[in-house]
C-alpha cells in the first residue's frame, strides 16, 4: 500500500532554514517523480520542485529563485526539500506527491498519491 507522509509542522523566523521530509512507502522514490507542492491560506496549490526521471535533474518553479533544493535519499525511501532564505510568504501546507507516469511535472493533477501536508510557518 502506498504511503507518503510528510514531517511534522515547523515554525521559523524569516530568513532561517527549514528542511521538509517525506517518507515513502509501496514504492521506491527513484522509481517515480516526487514533487513538493504548498498551499496558502485564500490561494491554489503550487508547485515548488520535483525530481524528474526523463531530465535526469531537478524542476524548480521561477520562485524558489535558488533557495530550494530538492533530493533524494533512495537507501532511505526519503524525499526532502531544503529550504533557505525562507520569506513569511513561504507560509503554507507543504505536500510531497508521487507520479508514476512520464507526464508533464508542473501539473498537480498528474500525480498519483500525496501525502497529508505539512503546515510551515515563517514568521517576520
Known amino acids: 500500500q502506498v504511503h507518503m507522509v510528510e514531517s511534522g509542522e515547523k515554525m521559523v523566523q524569516a530568513g532561517g532554514s527549514l528542511r521538509l521530509s517525506c517518507a515513502a512507502s509501496?514504492?521506491?522514490?527513484?522509481?517515480?517523480?516526487i514533487g513538493w507542492f504548498r498551499q496558502a491560506p485564500g490561494k491554489e496549490r503550487e508547485f515548488i520542485a520535483a525530481t524528474s526521471r526523463s531530465r535526469g535533474t531537478p524542476l524548480y518553479a521561477d520562485f524558489v529563485e535558488g533557495r530550494f533544493t530538492i533530493a533524494t535519499d533512495n537507501d532511505q525511501n526519503m524525499v526532502y526539500l531544503q529550504m533557505n532564505s525562507l520569506k513569511p510568504e513561504d507560509t503554507a501546507t507543504y505536500y510531497c506527491?508521487?507520479?508514476?507516469?512520464?507526464?508533464?511535472?508542473?501539473?498537480?493533477?498528474?500525480?498519483?498519491?500525496w501525502g497529508q501536508g505539512t503546515q510551515v510557518t515563517v514568521s517576520s
Open positions: 509501496g514504492f521506491t522514490v527513484s522509481s517515480v517523480d
Open positions: 506527491a508521487a507520479k508514476f507516469d512520464y507526464s508533464i511535472i508542473f501539473n498537480e493533477g498528474n500525480y498519483d498519491y
